[in-house]
């Protein structure tokens, strides 16, 4: 009989007895026990292919596992200290170099070795197993461009190779950090890593050791702001390879970097100095943090009241004072006005109602504060209506009463918009950007006359 029947006519059954609630509760749930258990059993059988599938999940070990966790420990260690071996060390480079420039194909391109793919596939033979990686028809066809004798440039390929070393030794140094073994880094772990690079920088020789923790906060702060969009506190070692931010740093091994090079680099010690001497002459009470009113004399000092407000409002802050990591990220963003995460920050704070969208009342609420600084400075304030108008035409949003942060990126716009509306200083330079095109092109002709 059908498990669904007995149970139906079990609950007709009148039943003379008094029985408490509970009791009848208990009953039920012993009924539905019994049968799902006599269910489940009978499908027991349709089920056993899945023990076919092979382990995929291996549990970390809990904090209390105290030996599990230096056995991991240990086998990730001596798995980085492998996959270390099998990297080319400067020797195999040098013989790499070698028997190319012994097996290339003339003609020369100018000063240029090339080599086709018969001799390429014969220095792969010589060079030894650590190299066949790099010898492929794929690897080959990747490098190969318009030469009409179907050879590749030798310095292409040899950089290539130096560039997929270097990969590889980057991501194992990494991954020593990596305290979870997970293939992200916390803050912590990136800290403690460029704190430790810091001797390996000739560019950074000059920097006070009172000054490191300041200097590794600088540096850390640019890598979470922009690959860490979602705060999550720790990011992927490939996006950390991935992005250019890892070059910028270890460009500081260049004993003779220029100096214009060096200003440019977030992570230059000149770059550094400016950004804290920055946040020091900002501080006037010297207590370590900043107020509304001193963050109000950043750069021309021509912010609007309004979007402090907001910044003070959405920022991490203690007791209504900015922090130096907090800072960081508010001169990452306008610093970066044309980079996504830097448009996600400034986005946030204009989307005063949190819809996801800013609409005209937004845009009037940050622009009349624009109007009232135009008017404090004597100067006749610009119709909302035209600005409006210029942003929406600018952006050219999905939805044209809405423009949502996608909009804003895909524009091309998003600086400029962000900086009519936040900026005094910006703006006027916006509103006035064909006479000072023109003034830069007179200053030209006079220095050309000259």
């Known amino acids: 009989m059908d498990w669904k029947e007995i149970l139906r006519r079990r609950l007709a059954t009148p039943n003379t007895e008094k029985r408490s609630e509970q009791e009848l509760k208990d009953e039920e749930m012993d009924l539905f026990t019994k049968y799902y258990s006599e269910w489940k059993g009978d499908r027991k059988n349709t089920n056993e292919f899945y023990k076919t599938i092979p382990r995929f999940y291996y549990r970390l070990p809990a904090e209390d596992e105290v030996l599990l966790q230096k056995l991991r420990e240990e086998s990730r260690a001596v798995f980085l200290q492998r996959k270390s071996r099998e990297l080319l060390d400067n020797e195999e480079l040098q013989n790499l170099w070698f028997l190319l420039d012994k097996h290339q194909t003339p003609p020369m391109i100018g000063e240029e070795a090339m080599i086709n793919y018969e001799n390429f596939l014969k220095v792969g033979e010589k060079a030894g197993p650590k190299c066949k990686q790099f010898f492929?028809?794929?690897?080959?066809?990747?490098?190969?461009?318009?030469?009409?004798?179907?050879?590749?440039?030798?310095?292409?390929?040899?950089?290539?190779?130096?560039?997929?070393?270097?990969?590889?030794?980057?991501?194992?140094?990494?991954?020593?950090?990596?305290?979870?073994?997970?293939g992200y880094l916390r803050e912590s772990d990136l800290e403690n890593y460029i704190l430790e690079l810091i001797p390996t920088l000739p560019q950074l020789d000059g920097l006070e050791k009172s000054f490191y923790s300041f200097y590794v906060c600088t540096a850390v702060r640019k890598f979470f702001f922009f690959l860490d969009p979602l705060r999550t506190g720790k990011i992927k070692i490939q996006d950390i390879l991935a992005c250019s931010f890892l070059d910028d740093l270890l460009e500081l091994r260049d004993e003779e970097l220029s100096k214009e090079s060096q200003e440019t680099n977030w992570f230059s010690a000149p770059s550094a100095l400016r950004v804290y001497g920055q946040y020091l002459n900002l501080d006037k009470d010297?207590?370590?943090?900043?107020?509304?009113?001193?963050?109000?004399?950043?750069?021309?000092?021509?912010?609007?009241?309004?979007?402090?407000?907001?910044?003070?409002?959405e920022c991490l802050t203690y007791d209504g004072e900015m922090d130096y990591k907090t800072y960081l990220d508010f001169v990452l963003a306008l610093e970066n006005r044309k980079e996504p995460a830097a448009l996600q920050y400034i986005f946030k704070l204009l989307d005063i109602e949190n819809k996801g969208y800013l609409n005209v009342f937004s845009l009037n609420y940050f622009f009349r504060a624009i109007q009232e600084l135009m008017k404090i400075h004597g100067q006749d304030p610009v119709s909302f209506q035209d600005v409006k108008d210029e942003i929406f035409d600018m952006v050219k949003p999905k939805d044209p009463l809405k423009i949502s942060l996608q909009d804003l990126i895909n524009s091309n716009q998003g600086d400029t918009v962000t900086t009519i509306l936040i900026d005094l200083n910006g703006f006027w330079t916006y509103e006035n950007r064909e006479a000072l095109v023109a003034n830069d092109n007179e200053n030209s002709a006079d220095l050309d006359d000259t």
Do not use: C, P
């Open 286 to 313: 010297h207590n370590g943090m900043l107020s509304k009113e001193e963050l109000s004399r950043y750069g021309t000092a021509t912010m609007t009241n309004v979007f402090l407000d907001r910044v003070f409002q």
């Open 136 to 182: 492929t028809a794929k690897v080959f066809a990747k490098l190969l461009h318009t030469d009409s004798y179907g050879r590749i440039s030798i310095m292409q390929f040899f950089n290539y190779v130096m560039r997929k070393v270097w990969l590889h030794q980057t991501r194992i140094g990494l991954s020593l950090y990596d305290v979870a073994g997970q």
